[in-house]
């Protein structure tokens, strides 16, 4: 499958299967989008036609780019096949080992976000706090069940983590005794809106989190509306000390975009003028019922805002003002291997989400939900018959996929929108899927700038 396309001028060709990115011109860009349609002789005569006044396009140069494509297509960066399914199904099917824990150490929170997908910290249930014993078995499951992985995830998520952060240090400590007995290397990371940061939170956070997520939706307002009045103004200071303090360390200033703010991309951009040089914006999910729902009469106005970013970044980083935005980051070069990106994010195989209670779910988005209780860290995980449904998810599970140029870059979505907006994991989130097509576009008009800047192409 190849997917051609247009963007800040560039005309680009893109071979889902292999990967390969190319740039080409306006006649090639013609060429590719009819070949497996038409014959050579049937292209030959439409393009004489249609470039019949121009005096650099002969039928030499006509008959060159069909060349090229077919060389192309011999190398297998054109018009490849797909025959990934089989090594999808066999991974999976293997996946056996636990390499991430989300630890929902607080179902509590300091805010009510008009728009929370965990019921304002509380998954639909009761104010609770982890204990040390329960986030110390859940650790303790973590490397029990990881096999010969070395390096393990721990989220610690809410509610509000830092609500309860004496346990979340207690099981840092702990997780880090372990190591050296277990050959073991633990990657803590926390997500926090910010109320309870203080400069002692931060040392501890500079000292052992490998990446912190911070809440800002973006603009006074933007914030404001969905967080609360006065919220911005009281967390934007200790988010402008953490991030300037966090030196090459990883961190995200992230925020959730609504019917409220379809121009967000001057949310994210009043972010990055405000010093933050890592950032994501994640569109709300929720029902379409809320007044602040996104709907798919927003979607070409969202598009749009998302090849307003590209550009502004572009430009941005050519005065060396850059940043990174999470949805544009592509690695065409390192990223992960084929395998991975048709088998999906691990959801109920290699990560799981931990209540306070101590419950096991698919993930955190699941959690709430009595059907997903898929184990809890005392007695293991159970035999659910949803564990072997995830073990089957992939981009070869779900029929939209099959012809989505887009699948290989998030291996099918995730499981819990689809769930939550279809009623299966093996399903899509169709407006997701169209937010994520023009994202990856954004994404490879980007990279062709930047390997034609270095000179790459």
């Known amino acids: 499958m190849v997917h051609l396309f247009q963007n800040n001028g560039y005309q680009i060709a893109l071979d889902a299967a292999s990967g390969s990115v190319h740039l080409v011109d306006e006649l090639a860009y013609d060429i590719i989008g009819l070949y497996e349609l038409k014959t050579a002789e049937e292209i030959m005569a439409l393009m004489r036609e249609k470039y019949k006044d121009r005096s650099d396009i002969d ?160 603009r006074r ?24 303090s966090r030196g090459e360390k990883e961190y995200y200033i992230r925020g959730t975009y609504t019917h409220y703010n379809l121009d967000f991309a001057e949310d994210i951009l009043h972010m990055a003028d405000l010093g933050f040089t890592k950032l994501s ?76 209670k101590g419950e096991l779910y698919p993930c955190h988005q699941f959690v709430g939900e009595p059907e997903f209780v898929v184990g809890n860290v005392y007695d293991g995980l159970f035999e659910h018959p949803v564990l072997e449904e995830f073990k089957s998810c992939s981009v070869y599970s779900r029929e939209a996929c099959k012809t989505c140029f887009a699948k290989y870059f998030c291996s099918g979505g995730c499981a819990a929108n689809a769930y939550h907006s279809g009623g299966s994991i093996n399903g899509i989130y169709p407006l997701g899927c169209m937010l994520h097509r023009k994202r990856v576009e954004c994404a490879l008009m980007l990279k062709t700038a930047e390997a034609l800047r270095d000179g790459k192409l």
Do not use: W
């Open 281 to 356: 914006m994640e569109p709300v999910v929720s029902s379409p019922t809320e007044d602040y729902a996104l709907t798919m009469a927003d979607v070409p106005v969202l598009c749009a805002q998302y090849d307003k970013l590209a550009k502004e970044m572009l430009e941005r980083h050519e005065k060396g003002k850059g940043f990174t935005f999470y949805h544009f980051m592509i690695d065409l070069e390192n990223g992960p291997c084929i395998v991975k990106r048709v088998s999906g994010c691990g959801v109920g195989t290699e990560y799981l989400a931990v209540t306070p």
């Open 59 to 218: 039928e030499n140069a006509i008959k060159e780019v069909l060349a090229d494509i077919e060389e192309l297509k011999k190398l297998g960066k054109l018009f490849s096949e797909d025959d990934f399914s089989s090594k999808a199904e066999r991974y999976k099917a293997g996946r056996r080992n636990v390499k991430a824990l989300c630890l929902n150490v607080a179902h509590d929170c300091n805010l009510r976000c008009g728009y929370c997908f965990a019921g304002k910290g509380k998954y639909r249930g009761d104010d609770a706090l982890m204990s040390y014993e329960t986030g110390k078995k859940a650790l303790d499951f973590l490397i029990a069940n990881s096999g010969p992985r070395r390096n393990l995830d721990v989220d610690f998520f809410g509610g509000e983590p830092l609500m309860n952060f004496e346990v979340v240090k207690r099981l840092v400590e702990y997780g880090r005794s372990r190591e050296k007995e277990t050959g073991k290397c633990f990657r803590f990371t926390l997500t926090t809106n910010g109320i309870l940061l203080t400069d002692d939170v931060i040392a501890f956070c500079n000292r052992e989190m490998q990446n912190v997520v911070l809440s800002l939706d973006g």
């Open 221 to 244: 307002e933007t914030n404001d509306r969905m967080r609360g009045k006065g919220i911005y103004d009281k967390i934007l200071p200790g988010f402008q000390r953490f991030a300037e």
